[in-house]
């Protein structure tokens, strides 16, 4: 069973910068593209950036400019850089890979931007 762990998150100022990372367990990155994805309080998680195996990357538009998604498949580990920070940004963020059967959601980790 594929076990992900998102962290760096935490409190942090608007205009200020984050980097987030999500490692899987097991050599199982190979292949699969991954995302990144956000979820608010009452809402749905949804996709804020995408990397493919070899370092394509695609950004939905609210998040364009200011997050940057990078992977190290020898780490199993993925990375979201998130510039500027604003308050929208606030929410819980997982990774997991793009497939319609994803692995087990692993627990986020929390981003809290204060104005």
């Known amino acids: 069973q594929v076990q992900l762990t998102e962290s760096g998150g935490g409190l942090v100022q608007a205009g200020g910068s984050l980097t987030l990372s999500c490692t899987a367990s097991?050599?199982?990155?190979?292949?699969?593209?991954m995302a990144w994805y956000q979820q608010k309080p009452g809402d749905a998680r949804r996709s804020v950036a995408a990397?493919?195996?070899?370092?394509?990357?695609m950004y939905e538009d609210f998040v364009k400019d200011r997050f940057t998604a990078t992977r190290d498949n020898a780490k199993n580990t993925v990375y979201l850089r998130i510039d500027d920070l604003k308050e929208d940004d606030t929410g819980t963020y997982f990774c997991n890979k793009v497939d319609f059967k994803p692995w087990p959601w692993g627990p986020g980790t929390q981003v809290t931007v204060s104005s």
């Open positions: 990397i493919t195996t070899k370092g394509m990357t």
């Open positions: 097991g050599d199982v990155f190979t292949g699969n593209t």
